[in-house]
């Protein structure tokens, strides 16, 4: 019974036996945070590998869901204070008229395995509801991928939106999805633009600090 | 979904099987089919092959597709139920399924067919496509430069960057009008270049189910008359919703020849080479199956590159296409994206490897898409000229897969470890004169010089 061996729970998907020896950890005094420490390094070992193909989505995605699970337990364990990132909300989804989600999936499992708060609002969404849900959590940064040239312009509006609403600023607005670039992000006023999640992640640390 | 079939389809979106959101389905049951599949039928990768020799292999890939879709079915976006086919079904589309279609009229006529595994009798059917966006100052002359390509079979044109100054929006005004003016403009390209009754696959602009009905007239826009090409998508992964069943049911009461659009997503939900291969030949059934499409395009691509040229990739395009041609009447194109730009050689070596992967494979090409299919302008006929002799070529010659899997090592060699490298090359109006149509002769000579060191490597072009 060790943070090893919930560490490969955690990565064979099993959430279910994870949860059961976090509880009986705790239960014999083991600080919530030095097992969050081990999940976090976990994940992002996991992370790295699945930029390098070593590992693959599903992979990924089946960590992530026990990670969530574990987390549900800890959480009343934590203190919110002791994680500089948890404090840290994030808004991601796929701009409206376009249904492909595989992009903004992973940036989302990967801002998780990196302890910020994440709020998903799925895919085909509207540009007020980014600025509703934004309003709402008190966002960090907002990020809107899209996948389709037909669908990019979603993403300028939003920007629009939230110029208009005299909100610029108020958080980092991210730009993301395979006909994007850097070009794009530039001409729109985004924040910030990244080939891909990784980058993402790492270019929106540095901003937040 | 057969045509007489519809509804029974659709009525499986109001009572299929339940799942809240997409992901749980993706955890509870395409994950862990996945990965019995590939497990049970023993698809494995070597990670070096590029032209598949292994008849075997590519019978058990088919078979690990059909026993994935059946058990995972469709996931509908909207109504959260699962259109799920019984194996009879499944079979009973298969067995009845058209395998050639006489597309086009008059002197454009042509066949667009099921071909087999290194096919001795039957040449390619050349689909020129850029697959990207064009200024919409140059999107007639652009589709009238494809147009003059001599092999051309039929054409898939760029798409309208905007409309009337305003970027071209999908669920606005601007998609449904920028769809209209491409379908014009294309059926006007088509006049002035002279082949009036070439087959067009239309309209790419045409994001939503909308747009594309806004773009079907017999005068001057989709044609009925000549059985043109409209395409509806697999959304990722094993997904749809009403957009795309609202198209399937347009195109098939229009009478289109239409074809179902399906990338499967290297590193994605399938996960790694041997998944994503099972994937995108489920999709080949799920297209006939649930939207009863006459074609489908394969365009497997790669999670981080986006392109449909790594090694990986080719070794998926060539089993697929064994896997469909050996075991089933479906008619398939395989759609080349580069990671390289116009006006490099990289492009070049590029092209080259995915037309002879795929055509002695049995496979038909479709493309060129260039520089990851990210920026306006950026794509040629000239690549696409290229791309279309080497699978010419690799048919004249009548290429075993052997001799095209070494090959294809060679020409892997040219450009492997450039892929990483962001080569975008020049923008059509750099690489053409955009007045006469024709390509500047510095880049005629580049391709000239590409087709002598392609021949050098064993390829022997039919003229």
Known sequence: ?209 | MSTYRMWEVFERVENGPFFKDQSEWMLKSFIPNMRRVVKEYNIKYDGKTIVNCDDDLADRVWQAAKDFFVSVGVYHQESHRVIKFTEEEVNEVLYTKRPCYMIGAGHDQRWLRVRSVEDREHRPFHLFSPDANFSTDIHKKACMAYLKEPLLDGLCAPLIEDFMGRKAMSQTPTEVAAAMEHAMNLRDALRLVGKPDVWTVSVGTAETDQAQIAAANKDWGVRPSHLDGRMVSILTEMTTNNAMLNKAMHYRSYGNVFGNLCGAIFGGHAGGTEGTLVLQTAYNIEGACLYGSCWALNFPFHLKWQSTTTRELLWLQSVLSQAMSRNSNQIFLNNLFANAGPATEQLYWECANHAIATESSGGNPWGAATCRNKFTDMATPLESRFYHEVSEASFHMRMTRAQADEICQKIMEKYEKLIPIDNYGKKIQEVYDMEHLVPRKQFVDQYKRMRDELNRLGVEFAY
Not at chain 1, 105 to 120: E, M
């Open chain 1, 1 to 209: 019974m060790s943070i090893v061996q919930i560490r490969k729970f955690m990565v064979e998907g099993d959430g279910d036996s994870a949860v059961a020896m976090v509880n009986e950890l705790i239960s014999k005094g083991t600080p919530a945070h030095d097992i969050m420490a081990g999940l976090t390094e976990e994940m992002g070992i996991l992370g790295e590998k699945f930029e390098n193909f070593e590992v693959f989505l599903p992979d990924l995605m089946i960590a992530g869901d026990a990670f969530m699970q574990i987390m549900d337990v800890l959480k009343e364990h934590l203190v919110a204070a002791d994680s500089k990132s948890a404090s840290k909300t994030i808004i991601i989804g796929t701009v409206k008229g376009d249904f492909h989600d595989i992009g903004k999936n992973i940036v989302g499992i990967v801002l998780q395995a990196n302890g910020y708060n994440v709020i998903d609002l799925g895919a085909d969404v509207d540009p007020v509801a980014y600025m509703d849900a934004a309003r709402k959590e008190n966002a960090d940064a907002v990020g809107i991928s899209a996948l389709m040239t037909t669908t990019m312009p979603g993403q300028e509006e939003f920007i629009k939106l939230v110029s208009d609403a005299g909100e610029k600023g108020k958080y980092i607005v991210c730009v993301g999805g395979a006909p994007t670039s850097a070009e794009w992000a530039e001409r729109i006023g985004a924040d910030l633009w990244s080939f891909d999640a990784f980058e993402f992640v790492a270019k929106l640390k540095k901003m937040l600090g």
